[in-house]
């Protein structure tokens, strides 16, 4: 079972009684903390994607 990330408290959602339907999402401060963790890794894993992809170091 997956456990969305508003329960897990990494972002804030805000949902309006409006027509059509709107929810208005923000990072928590978990949220940005995760994400300044991520961030770097996604990066290094783009500036090395196609080493990865060929299995070189």
């Known amino acids: ?21 709107r929810a208005d999402y923000s990072l928590t ?10 961030v770097p890794l996604a990066t290094w894993a783009f500036e090395n994607a196609d080493d990865i992809i060929n299995g070189q170091r």
């Open 1 to 21: 079972m997956t456990v969305s990330p508003c329960r897990r408290r990494l972002v804030n959602s805000n949902a309006q009684a409006t027509i059509p339907p």
């Open 29 to 38: 401060s978990r949220g940005y903390e995760l994400s300044a963790l991520l």
